[in-house]
């Protein structure tokens, strides 16, 4: 009888002195969790080890042409087949992977970047210098990311740091916009006004309080926009504009495979499915950063 009366009280004792959740508990919940985020995780940190590693893993140098190797089928020595100069289509998705994933990532952090600065300073001091970035950045937005990367790209050219200028330019409208509108929010809040009562400058408002409580939308967004960046890259190296032969790229191993089409299909496939896969798993792992991080989406 002691115990039956005594359980209740040690399941009440042991709920009070119970650890309360931490900050990063409701993220790995809902980014662990779900099957469909961890394959997508797994899926995108194999393509980042092969892009790592891509000197070791790819069989064969994805420049070397051999013209008793053209336009092989699938076999034991090239496991994708060969186009038509004779290289290898496997050594060549591994390399055209660094191009493909540097300008994915990198790309939207620079855009997060430099759009955030902006965002923030047309929020936050209003006036003149809201009026003049609203207006650039609305001038901006009216292209189409994609069609404003062809333009640009058409005119700086296809060199590394160009295409990674040109996706930068491409983005950041869309990171400023958000973060002018989540400053705008956040500068009615009290604790920003106690702080500018209190005389604290100008520059530590906007660091300690303004910043750290805008960044969940513009996180949700860089994740979200990587998936368009690889997408768009790919596009502009399909084009020509992109990453410049012979260094390989999805999008320019595409184009290749396409003119030569009827001799074989392989680079065409190859392209098409790593593209669709790693945009398809950046995506969901988007999703599912925007259900923990958005909080029109909190539950």
Not at 136 to 146: Q, S, T
């Amino acid at each position: 009888m002691t115990m039956t009366t005594d359980l209740p009280q040690d399941l009440a004792e042991r709920e009070a002195i119970a650890p309360e959740p931490g900050y990063w508990d409701p993220v790995r919940h809902v980014l662990l969790d779900r099957w469909s985020t961890r394959i997508a995780f797994v899926v995108v940190i194999l393509f980042i080890l092969a892009a790592a590693f891509a000197p070791w893993l790819a069989p064969y140098d994805p420049l070397r042409q051999s013209i008793v190797s053209i336009n092989k089928l699938p076999s034991w020595d090239h496991w994708l087949g060969t186009d038509q100069f004779g290289r290898d289509v496997m050594s060549r998705m591994i390399h055209g992977s660094r191009n493909s994933l540097i300008f994915g990532l990198l790309a939207p952090i620079f855009a997060a970047f430099f759009g955030t600065i902006l965002g923030v300073t047309a929020g936050y001091f209003g006036g003149w210098a809201d009026r003049v970035i609203s207006r650039v950045i609305d001038l901006l937005m009216a292209f189409p990311e994609l069609l404003l990367a062809i333009l640009i790209a058409a005119a700086l050219g296809g060199s590394f740091w160009n295409i990674v200028v040109v996706l930068t330019v491409a983005f950041t409208p869309g990171f400023a916009r958000v973060a002018r509108a989540s400053t705008l929010a956040v500068k009615q809040e009290p604790y920003v006004e106690a702080a500018i009562a209190a005389g604290v400058r100008t520059p530590l408002i906007i660091f300690r309080h303004i910043v750290p409580n805008i960044m969940a939308p513009i996180v949700v967004l860089m994740t979200l926009w990587s998936a368009s960046s690889i997408r768009i890259e790919a596009t502009l190296s399909f084009l020509g504009i992109g990453t410049q032969p012979p260094n390989p790229s999805w999008g320019n191993i595409i184009r290749d495979g396409l003119t030569n089409m009827f001799a074989t299909q392989w680079p065409i496939v190859a392209g098409g499915m790593a593209i669709t896969i790693v945009v398809l798993a950046i995506s969901i792992i988007g999703d599912s950063v925007r259900d923990v991080l958005d909080p029109e989406n909190a539950q």
